[in-house]
C-alpha cells in the first residue's frame, strides 16, 4: 500500500494556481503586434500574430459615402478628397466592427485598393490617406497598428470612390 503523501493537496493547489496564471499571460499574447525595424514611428506593424483560440473576423471592403450631392454623380468630389474618404471609408468600418463587439484596436490586417486622384495629377494621394488613416490607428488613445498592405488598382465599382478599404480583426471569444 502507498503513503498517502500530504503534500500533495498543495501541489495541485499551486499547479492550478500556476495554470491560471499562464492562461492570463497566454491571454494577453492573444495578439502579438510586431513592429517596424529600428523603432520606425510609421503606424502599421511589420507583422501580426494571432494565437489559436481567437475569433477571426472579415469584413468586407468598404466604400466611401456621399458628402456632396451637387458634384457631378460618379466624379470623386461627390465623396470628397482621398483624406475625406478615407476618414468616411474607416468609420463605416468602425461602425460594423461595434456592432460584433470590436473596435478599430481589434484589426490585425488591412487592404487599401486606391485609383489615381484627378486632384492629384492622377496619381495616388498617399499622404492624403495617410492623414485620414492616422486618426485611427497608432494614435495615444488607439495606440495599435495593424499590418497593412495599399496597392494601386484600375478602377472601383462605385466610379469616383477613390478607395476601398477590407479588413481582418481578431479578438478572444
Avoid: C, H
Wanted: glycine letters at 8%; aromatic letters at 6%.
Amino acid at each position: 500500500m502507498q503513503k498517502f503523501d500530504r503534500r500533495w493537496p498543495l501541489l495541485l493547489s499551486l499547479a492550478i494556481l500556476a495554470t491560471t496564471a499562464s492562461g492570463a499571460a497566454l491571454a494577453a499574447e492573444d495578439v502579438v503586434r510586431t513592429p517596424l525595424p529600428d523603432g520606425n514611428p510609421f503606424p502599421i506593424s511589420a507583422a501580426v500574430t494571432v494565437a489559436a483560440g481567437v475569433d477571426t473576423v472579415y469584413v468586407s471592403g468598404a466604400l466611401p459615402a456621399a458628402v456632396n450631392k451637387d458634384a457631378p454623380k460618379g466624379t470623386a468630389p461627390v465623396f470628397g478628397d482621398m483624406q475625406t474618404q478615407t476618414v468616411s471609408v474607416l468609420n463605416s468600418i468602425k461602425g460594423t466592427l461595434a456592432k460584433l463587439g470590436l473596435g478599430m484596436g481589434d484589426v490585425v490586417k488591412m487592404t487599401v485598393f486606391m485609383v489615381a486622384d484627378p486632384a492629384n495629377d492622377n496619381k495616388l494621394n498617399f499622404p492624403a490617406l495617410m492623414a485620414g488613416y492616422s486618426q485611427f490607428f497608432g494614435t495615444k488613445e488607439q495606440p495599435n497598428k495593424p499590418a497593412r498592405s495599399a496597392v494601386q488598382v484600375a478602377a472601383l465599382v462605385l466610379p469616383g470612390a477613390l478607395l476601398e478599404v477590407e479588413v481582418i480583426a481578431a479578438k478572444r471569444r
